[in-house]
T-cell receptor, first 113, second 114 residues
């Protein structure tokens, strides 16, 4: 069975500093990995995904994520955080042949001025 | 392009009542699914459909029914609401063909069962 772990319930960072939101996964075979962001009282918005190819994936709003197969990780990063990045972030995984997307529990990112 | 549309946005039910959450997408996506979101648990899949006339259970299907009579619509029915079904519900869709297709989510339906 596939699973996703986001070990931090909340990440606090000062505006302008780099941020990392951690994600590890477990899946049979090669994974499809996704990051979504959720603002208060809204649906999930797609940020980026890894399917194959370059391990460093660039996405929306200046975010990027690095796929590390040996560590089964897909950490979300941004070089310089903005207050407007404060939101709930979800990592998700799917097997290529599978129908089900499995989500992590979410990490709340708080960026302080 | 409206994307994925869910109604109602907010609903309060009494225990034992029934209701239907509506979901429609205008992107001609084959795959549609329903998730519930609870604090600290991420999103959990309730039911999903890979095309009209085909549905299957997800991780937490008990207490919910679905049907898929058309490609566009995928309603979620609560037959006899329970307080444990208080949650935020999200409908989602994606195309079947192509690898790693992105899932698109509706804006959510906040349900409270008292």
């Amino acid at each position: 069975a596939q699973s996703v772990a986001q070990p931090e319930d909340q990440v606090n960072v000062a505006e302008g500093n780099p941020l990392t939101v951690k994600c590890t996964y477990s899946v049979s075979g090669n994974p499809y990995l996704f990051w979504y962001v959720q603002y208060p009282n809204r649906g999930l918005q797609f940020l980026l995904k890894y399917i194959t190819g370059d391990n460093l994936v660039k996405g929306s709003y200046g975010f990027e994520a690095e796929f590390n197969k040996s560590q089964t990780s897909f950490h979300l990063k941004k070089p310089s955080a903005l207050v407007s990045d404060s939101a709930l972030y979800f990592c998700a995984v799917r097997e290529p042949a599978g129908n089900m997307l499995t989500f992590g529990g979410g990490t709340r990112l708080m960026v302080k001025p | 392009n409206a994307g994925v549309t869910q109604t109602p946005k907010f609903q309060v039910l009494k225990t034992g009542q029934s209701m239907t959450l509506q979901c429609a997408q205008d992107m001609n996506h084959e795959y549609m699914s329903w998730y519930r979101q609870d604090p600290g648990m991420g999103l959990r899949l309730i039911h999903y459909s890979v095309g009209a006339g085909i549905t299957d259970q997800g991780e937490v299907p008990n207490g919910y029914n679905v049907s898929r009579s058309t490609t566009e619509d995928f309603p979620l029915r609560l037959l006899s609401a329970a307080p444990s079904q208080t949650s935020v519900y999200f409908c989602a869709s994606r195309k079947k063909s192509g690898s790693g297709n992105t899932i698109y989510f509706g804006e959510g339906s906040w349900l409270t069962v008292v």
